[in-house]
């Protein structure tokens, strides 16, 4: 997976954003582009699909006209046997019907930030001068909708939306949206969520979370209009794995996610550690496409001591948790923050991304043996195929 920050600029300000440069309006040059997929295709390590996500910024921001060169000179570029699939997120609100007919033509993946109704999305989308964002992204969604484009979106929970579950629901339905990812609101950079401050008197973040994903889950079903919930459905096939093979882990492995700013500056793990510092690691990057060839950075990568904290973090997980087989070893991004440090275990993504959605999977999974054995044989459990919501299914933690 290959993230691209075409702008680190963002139009917008929430509240719990934590990209520290979102008012550079610097863009990513088509040589840098091009020199960045010349050695992709060249390293001979690319898997049959690539996703590239434009992102880390506002990436519509940066003009149409733009991503037609760009796609195009990929295009050119690209072997025969490696199909690349382009993904955008974006906060909706500059989708108009020319970049509709960009994202048909380029079959590109879209994923919309909305975090719910008005009330919840209003609370931290907002403009620079404080305005709510939610009239403007919906006009966004609507435009997708009236040109036939298929979308996703991300919601981001906070702590007033972990207790409106079906009013969530209800309003994806009645804007027809049926493919949905749920990001929490993390503590990231200089971001502090309020989601984990302590609540003595009350339940457990994770038995909060655990009563809206159920909740919400069992209702989208039963609706019979939502075809995808990243949440359920992308842990699905890490819980009932055939061969029992160990699920893979990309945010863990050198270089499976490249991370790539508008400077042509590299990164890897997770992708939120780009442009973020750090006393013991720095800027986390690990050399510059357009100055070292990706060879080098890999070389540079496997020495570096952010690999080997991450790699001492994924033995800690292997040692120690339960539920390693289906998780890989976590989020690197999240251990650094929540835990400072890499060498360390359970984080809120480990909670919410990784816990919560297998126990509920294997409490359904309980519930239907039981009527199983009461009543016919089992069937045979068919996961959802992928969408183009899979692309969202990145570890990616950024709204
Ligand atoms: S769930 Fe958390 S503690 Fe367990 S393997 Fe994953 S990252 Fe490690």
């Given at each position: 997976m290959v993230v691209v920050q075409p702008t680190a600029f963002c139009n917008i300000n929430c509240?719990?954003?934590?990209?520290?440069?979102?008012?550079n309006k610097h863009v990513i040059a088509q040589s840098t582009v091009a020199r960045l997929f010349s050695e992709i295709f060249a390293s001979g390590w690319t898997c049959p699909e690539i996703t590239v996500v434009w992102h880390a910024g506002e990436p519509l921001a940066v003009p149409v006209a733009f991503y037609r060169e760009a796609f195009a000179a990929i295009e050119r570029m690209r072997p025969q046997s490696v199909i690349v699939k382009h993904s955008f997120q974006t906060n909706g609100m500059l989708i108009d019907a020319e970049w509709c007919r960009l994202f048909l033509e380029w079959n590109v993946g879209v994923g919309v930030s909305i975090d719910g109704p008005r009330e919840l999305h209003d609370r931290h989308r907002k403009t620079r001068s404080g305005k709510g964002t939610f009239d403007k992204t919906l006009a966004g969604i609507r435009c997708l909708r009236a040109n036939g484009v298929p979308f996703h979106v991300i919601s981001v929970l906070s702590r007033d939306s972990l207790s409106m579950p079906d009013e969530l629901l209800d309003f994806y339905l009645s804007e027809g949206i049926d493919q949905i990812c749920f990001n929490i609101e993390e503590s990231e950079g200089d971001h502090v969520s309020?989601?984990?401050?302590?609540?003595?008197?009350g339940p457990s973040l994770r038995a909060r979370y655990a009563a809206f994903l159920r909740r919400f889950w069992h209702q989208a079903r039963a609706s019979g209009q939502v075809k995808f919930v990243r949440e359920i459905d992308l842990a699905l096939p890490r819980v009932f794995r055939p061969d029992g093979s160990p699920t893979r882990n990309?945010?863990?492995?050198?270089?499976?996610m490249l991370n790539v700013d508008s400077h042509g500056n590299v990164s890897s793990f997770s992708p939120e550690l780009l442009g973020l510092k750090n006393k013991d690691y720095g800027d986390f990057l690990l050399g510059n496409i357009n100055r070292q060839s990706l060879a080098e950075i890999h070389r540079t990568c496997i020495d570096s001591a952010l690999h080997r904290d991450i790699q001492a973090g994924v033995q800690a997980c292997s040692a120690g948790c339960d539920y390693f087989s289906v998780c890989g070893g976590g989020a690197p991004g999240n251990k650094l923050f929540e835990n400072g440090s890499f060498a360390s275990t359970t984080t809120s993504y480990c909670l919410l991304t990784q816990m919560v959605p297998t126990d509920l999977i294997l409490e359904a999974y309980e519930r239907l043996e039981q009527s199983w054995t009461e009543n016919d044989p089992a069937p045979i459990v068919q996961p959802n195929s992928q969408t183009t919501a899979e692309a969202a299914a990145l570890p990616t933690r950024m709204p």
């Open positions: 509240t719990y954003c934590y990209l520290p440069d979102r008012n309020d989601l984990f401050a302590p609540n003595p008197e990309i945010q863990t492995e050198p270089l499976a």
